[in-house]
């Protein structure tokens, strides 16, 4: 049944608790929107309820894909849109990279996935296009990527080492003749 979270509600049923795989338990107010319960740190998750396991309370999490923009931004779109959908509108000349695989582009083709993450850099095919033109117009980009991802790049970037001087140490004179 994947991630779930088990929900169990108290007797006065203004409280509402959440066991989550490993044991460990919150309390949320019962009118706190299941969605907002399973975002964030519970983001991948669905909820079910302890007395029914094969129940699954409804929400959109599992049905939508996030998708960071280049100034930071979550957009949701539903699971299983074609990614040329995205890129052909409003984000044209953009493409789509997975978040396990920044260095990867996704074909046009490919669906996304429900519940991951993906996010928008620029078409490189774009930039070579335009390049070759006599007036390019500068533009700033942000790219927003965690800490590991960014691990991942300087550890296998060539170009980035410890710095090191490059000359031998030179013994000082303590006398002068």
Known sequence: MGNCIHVLSDESHQKVRVVTLDGKEKQFKASTAIKRITSGRYSGYRLVQQSQPQLL????THQKVRVVTLDGKEKQFKASTAIKRITSGRYSGYRLV???QPQLLLPPDTKLEPGEAYYLVSD???F???SGQESCKTQRVKIVISRQQLELLLRNSESFRRWEPSLASIPECTTFE
Request: no cysteine; net charge positive.
């Open 124 to 126: 490189p095919s774009v």
């Open 128 to 130: 070579r296009k335009t």
């Open 98 to 100: 997975h978040q396990s």
């Open 57 to 60: 309370l409804p929400h959109d």
